[in-house]
C-alpha cells in the first residue's frame, strides 16, 4: 500500500488518496528486505493554536495537534512498519486493527485542522456560489443541515466523527457519522466533525451541544466548497 | 418506576489526590446521572421494557436503551472497583486467584494496564470470573458490558476519555496507573463465588 508523505504540509489530495488506497482490495506483492513503511508526519495547523479562541480553546487545539494527532502518526508509522516485516497472513491480520486506528486518526485529523479556520475569518464565512445551493437543495436551509449535522454527530455512542459527505453514486451531500477513527470511505469527506471528547472536554465537559454550536464558527467553509467541487469534478 | 441514580459510595473528594473532586463531580453528576436522567425519558413513553432491572435491559436489549442501561450499570461498578482505602497488593482470595491466573499480581497488573491503556476508543476493562472463579482480563466498548457474553464481573475501569481527561488530560497510561492507587480488593473479594 503507497501511502507516501509529502512533508509537513498535506494537501487533502494526499488525505483522498489515502482514504482511496485504503479501498483498494490487498495486492498480492511480495515486500523486498530493503523496503520499508512510508514515515508520516505530522502537519502543521495551517493557524495558531489560539486562533480557534473563544470557540475551541488553545488548551485542547495544542493538546489535540501535538498530543493526539501525533500519537496516530506514531502509531501508525511503528504500525505500517511491523506490518510490512510481518512474515505470515495471520499476523498481517493482528496489525490490521493497528493501522485502521492509527491510520484513520491521522487521516480524520488531517482532513479536520483543514476544515477549520481562525475566528472571524473570511473562510468560515459560507458565501452563495455552487456549494451553498447545493446545501440547500440538499437538507432545506443551511440552518435544518447545521441541525442536522449537529444532532446525528451528538447521537454518536461513544468515540467517532459526524461528516458532510459527497455521496459520489447518487450526486448528492449527506450526513454521515463514522466510529472511533474509522475513516469516511463511502463518501467523499467535505466537512469533519470530531465528536471524540478530547476534542472539547476541557472547555465543554459533557454539554456536546454547546462545543457543536461553537464549532459552526470556526469551520472552514472555503475549504468545504473547494472539497465539494473537487468531488464533482472527480465522479 | 423510575430509574435512581445510585449513592456515590463516597465524598466526591474521597479519591483525591488520584482522581480529584472536581473529575467526579462531572463524571458522577452529568455522565451517570445523566444516563439515569435519559433512560427515565425514554421509560416515560411506558415501553415493554419500563420497570425491568439493568441486568434485564443489559441481556435483552440494544440501541440506546442499552447504552443507557448498560452505562447506568458500568458506573455503578466503577465507582465501587475504586476506594479511598483501595490500592497496594491483592489481599484475601483474590489474590490466590490471580497468581493462578496470571503467575503473579505484577504480571496480572500488566496485562490489565495494557488491556486498558492499549483499548481503541472508548470503553471499559474488567476483571472477569467464570462460575469456577477463573479470572480473566476482557475489554468491553463503548457502553459493552462483560454480563451480557455470560461472564461475571470482578473489578472494571473506565477508558472513556471523560474518566481522565480533567486530571489527566490524554495521558491514559498514568490513569491506569493511578487507578491502581485506588483498587477495591474487597469489593473484588466480594464478586467471588
Known amino acids: 500500500v503507497s501511502t507516501q508523505s509529502t512533508g509537513p504540509l498535506h494537501g487533502y489530495h494526499t488525505m483522498f488518496a489515502i482514504a482511496r488506497s485504503a479501498l483498494r482490495a490487498p495486492v498480492r506483492r511480495t515486500f523486498a528486505a530493503s523496503a520499508s513503511a512510508s514515515v508520516h508526519t505530522l502537519p502543521d495547523l495551517p493557524y495558531?493554536?489560539?486562533?480557534?479562541?473563544?470557540?475551541?480553546?488553545?488548551?485542547?487545539?495544542?493538546?489535540?495537534?501535538?498530543?493526539?494527532?501525533q500519537t496516530y502518526v506514531t502509531g501508525l508509522n511503528a504500525a505500517e512498519e511491523a506490518y510490512v516485516k510481518a512474515p505470515t497472513p495471520k499476523e498481517r491480520i493482528a496489525l490490521q486493527a493497528a493501522v485502521k486506528f492509527n491510520g484513520g486518526g491521522h487521516i480524520n485529523h488531517s482532513l479536520f485542522w483543514k476544515n477549520l479556520a481562525p475566528t472571524g475569518s473570511p473562510e468560515t464565512k459560507l458565501s452563495g456560489g455552487e456549494f451553498k445551493e447545493a446545501i440547500e437543495k440538499a437538507f432545506g436551509s443551511v440552518d435544518a443541515f447545521k441541525k442536522e449535522l449537529n444532532t446525528k454527530t451528538a447521537a454518536i455512542q461513544g468515540s467517532g466523527w459526524g461528516w458532510l459527505g459527497y455521496n459520489k453514486a447518487t450526486k448528492s451531500l449527506e450526513i454521515v457519522t463514522?466510529?472511533?477513527?474509522?475513516?469516511?470511505l463511502s463518501h467523499v469527506p467535505i466537512i469533519g466533525i470530531d465528536i471524540w471528547e478530547h476534542a472539547f472536554y476541557l472547555q465543554y465537559k459533557n454539554v456536546k451541544p454547546d462545543y457543536l454550536n461553537a464549532i459552526w464558527n470556526v469551520l472552514n467553509f472555503k475549504e468545504a466548497a473547494a472539497r465539494y467541487k473537487e468531488a464533482r469534478s472527480s465522479s | 418506576m423510575t430509574y435512581e441514580l445510585p449513592p456515590l459510595?463516597?465524598?466526591?473528594?474521597?479519591?483525591?489526590?488520584?482522581?480529584?473532586?472536581?473529575?467526579?463531580?462531572?463524571?458522577?453528576?452529568?455522565?451517570?446521572?445523566?444516563y439515569v436522567n435519559k433512560l427515565n425519558q425514554l421509560a416515560a413513553e411506558k415501553p415493554a421494557w419500563a420497570g425491568k432491572s439493568y441486568e434485564e435491559l443489559i441481556k435483552t436489549e440494544s440501541g440506546v436503551v442499552f447504552n443507557q442501561a448498560a452505562q447506568i450499570w458500568n458506573h455503578t461498578f466503577y465507582?465501587?472497583?475504586?476506594?479511598?482505602?483501595?490500592?497496594?497488593a491483592p489481599t484475601g482470595k483474590i489474590a490466590e486467584l490471580i497468581n493462578e491466573a496470571f503467575g503473579s499480581f505484577d504480571a496480572f497488573k500488566e496485562k490489565f494496564s495494557a488491556a486498558a491503556s492499549g483499548h481503541f476508543g472508548s470503553g471499559w476493562a474488567w476483571l472477569v470470573r467464570d462460575d469456577n472463579n477463573k479470572l480473566q482480563i476482557v475489554s468491553t466498548h463503548d457502553a459493552g458490558n462483560p454480563i451480557k457474553d455470560g461472564h461475571n464481573p470482578v473489578l472494571t475501569c473506565d477508558v472513556w476519555e471523560h474518566a481522565y481527561y480533567i486530571d489527566f488530560r490524554n495521558d491514559r497510561p498514568k490513569y491506569i496507573a493511578t487507578w491502581w492507587n485506588l483498587v477495591n480488593w474487597e469489593f473484588a473479594n466480594s464478586n467471588l463465588k
Open chain 2, 79 to 88: 465507582w465501587k472497583s475504586l476506594s479511598p482505602n483501595g490500592g497496594g
Open chain 1, 48 to 69: 495558531d493554536y489560539n486562533a480557534l479562541e473563544p470557540h475551541i480553546s488553545a488548551e485542547i487545539m495544542t493538546l489535540h495537534h501535538k498530543k493526539h494527532h
Open chain 2, 9 to 34: 459510595p463516597y465524598a466526591k473528594n474521597a479519591l483525591a489526590p488520584h482522581l480529584s473532586e472536581e473529575t467526579l463531580n462531572f463524571h458522577y453528576e452529568k455522565h451517570h446521572r445523566g
Open chain 1, 178 to 184: 463514522t466510529a472511533n477513527q474509522d475513516p469516511l
